[in-house]
C-alpha cells in the first residue's frame, strides 16, 4: 500500500470510528431503553421470531429457513447500501450500530417466509402473493413506520421505488432457494 492510500484508508476508519462513536451518542440521547420507539423496534423483532417458531412448518424448516436468511441477508445488504448512500435512515434503534435489524432480521424475513410457506402448501402461486406482500410493505408498512418516525427516506426514494425492491428482493430470494433446491436434488 502506498503511503498516500494508507493516510486515504487510515482517515477513512477513523472517519467511520467516529461516525460509530457518535451514532451511539445519539442511540444513548434518543433511541434508549426508556423511549417508546426503542420497544417498538425491540417488539418488531421479537414478536415475528416467536411467531415463526411457532409456525414453521418443521418438515419443511431447513427449505421454508434457507428462503428466509436469504431475503435476510439481500435486505440487510441493500438497506446497509441504502443507509451509507444517504437514502434512508432508521431513527430510532434498537442497536446503535445495527439500524434496520428489526426489519430485516424479522418482520420482512418473517412474513415472507410465512407468505412462501402458505404458498407451498397450499399449491398457490408465489408470484403473486410475493407482489400482494410487497404492495403491503411498500405502500402500507413503510409510510406507517415513516409517519410513526421510525424511518426517513431522502434524495429521490419513494414508495415505488421501496415497493421495487421489496419485490426484487423477494423474486430474487425465491429464485437463489429454487436453484439450490435444484442443486442439493442433483448432488443427491
Known sequence: MSSNQDKFFNKLVAIQGDLTRQGIE?????SHLGTWQFWTVTCLLILPLMLVYFKIDRKL???IGFFGFTVHVLFSYVDAAGIRFGLWAYPYQLIPF???LSLDAAII?????????WT???????????LLTALAFG????????????????????YIYIFLIYITLFLLAYWLTRVFRWMNKKGA
Open 109 to 117: 424475513p418473517v412474513t415472507i417466509m410465512l407468505v412462501y410457506q
Open 139 to 158: 405502500f402500507g408498512f413503510k409510510p406507517l413506520l415513516v409517519a410513526h418516525g421510525l424511518f426517513q427516506k431522502y434524495e429521490w426514494v419513494n
Open 26 to 30: 445519539y442511540w444513548q440521547q434518543y
Open 98 to 100: 445495527i439500524p434496520s
Open 61 to 63: 424448516i431447513f427449505h
Open 120 to 130: 407451498l402448501k397450499n399449491n398457490k402461486n408465489y408470484y403473486l402473493y410475493a
